[in-house]
């Protein structure tokens, strides 16, 4: 018999009121300015999940009353076309914030894509502008994932000082930009990755972890601390995190759940952030 004892954290609810303040916001804007706020999503390809994410991107969107404008690329986009398409996106008026949807395919070069991106537009935090400000600790538009998460930790008071937090991933969109994130507010942050030696005496020292691998079930509860507090980031297919659940919430005191979790907190900043980046460029 197992007994579960770890609280929820809610990332459908959080993200719910998150929206519900944008929405607030995104109006206020249009009312003082006859401007919506208005996110440019792109897609390259048609791999089914990011179809869908994006769509669902784009719903939220228009729940929040922003604005989206949709651009898809076929997969044989080249980088230089896919750069040239968010240049004219950055240099349109009428659009606060770009959305590249990752992973664009193996033949382009990712980064340079992500660079095109105007830093004051950079609402989902992939530029590496947005990452110098991320660790220096200056203003800016943070990754989105690990701006859900900090928001998800704050909203149950997790105690960051100090602690032991360990991220297992060093992705340059979620990985690497939460730890750093969690080194900002004073924690002791260890990366593990695919190198890591051991990984099961380093995941079993942390006061917080962060799973963000994208191995279904990949961290089993024998290796979680009693009473650390688990974020779940992975979303693999079926739904699934790279936390195994059942296991971990019997010794977690706080987890995130798999859906439910960090994967609506991270539509929620960056519509939070599109609206800021909307105020910030019609002077409000
Ligand atoms: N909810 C959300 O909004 C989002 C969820 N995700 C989910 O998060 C997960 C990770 O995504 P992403 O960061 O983009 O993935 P990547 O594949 O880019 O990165 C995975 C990371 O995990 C590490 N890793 C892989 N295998 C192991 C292993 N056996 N032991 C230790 N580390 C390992 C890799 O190490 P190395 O660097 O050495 O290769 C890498 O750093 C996925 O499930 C994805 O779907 C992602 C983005 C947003
Ligand atoms: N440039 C870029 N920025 C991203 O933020 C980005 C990306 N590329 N590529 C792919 C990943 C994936 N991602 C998710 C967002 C929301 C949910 C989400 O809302 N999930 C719901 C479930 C939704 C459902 O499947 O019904 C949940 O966890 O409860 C999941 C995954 C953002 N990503």
Redesign the pocket.
């Known amino acids: 018999m197992s007994t579960s004892t770890a609280a929820l954290m809610d990332g459908t609810a959080l993200a719910r009121r998150t929206v519900e303040e944008t929405a607030a916001r995104a109006a206020e804007v249009t009312r003082r300015t006859g401007v919506t706020p208005c996110l440019a999503t792109v897609l390259v390809g048609e791999d089914p999940a990011s179809v869908t994410y994006v769509k669902m991107k784009r719903n939220r969107c228009a729940q929040a009353g922003i604005r989206s404008q949709h651009v898809e690329l076929p997969a044989t986009t080249t980088t230089e076309e896919l750069v040239a398409a968010i240049t004219a996106l950055s240099l349109d008026p009428e659009v606060h914030g770009i959305l590249l949807q990752?992973p664009v395919g193996p033949h382009i070069d990712e980064r340079a894509a992500f660079e095109a991106i105007a830093p004051e537009k950079d609402v989902d935090g992939v530029t590496m502008a947005s990452f110098a400000a991320m660790g220096f600790g200056l203003p800016g538009f943070v990754s989105?994932?690990p701006g859900?998460i900090m928001r998800l930790l704050d909203a149950y008071d997790v105690e960051l000082s100090g602690k032991r937090a360990v991220v297992?991933?060093?992705?340059a969109?979620?990985?690497k930009p939460a730890g750093l994130l969690l080194l900002g507010r004073d924690a002791t942050v260890t990366y593990?990755?695919?190198?890591?030696r051991d990984?099961s005496s380093v995941v079993r020292e942390a006061d917080v972890l962060v799973a963000?691998?994208?191995?279904p079930n990949?961290i089993k509860g024998e290796d979680i601390k009693p009473g650390a507090v688990v974020v779940d980031?992975?979303?693999?297919p079926g739904n699934v995190g790279?936390v195994d659940f059942a296991s971990a919430a019997e010794r977690a005191s706080l987890i995130t759940p798999v859906p439910g979790g960090?994967?609506p907190m991270?539509i929620a900043v960056l519509l939070a952030q599109t609206v800021e980046g909307a105020e910030r460029q019609l002077g409000l």
Not at 192 to 196: A, D, G, I, L, Q
Not at 212 to 215: E, Q
């Open positions: 990752h989105c994932t859900g297992v991933g060093r992705s969109i979620l990985g593990c990755h695919s190198r890591t990984l963000a691998v994208g191995r990949f980031a992975g979303y693999n790279d960090v994967g991270t």
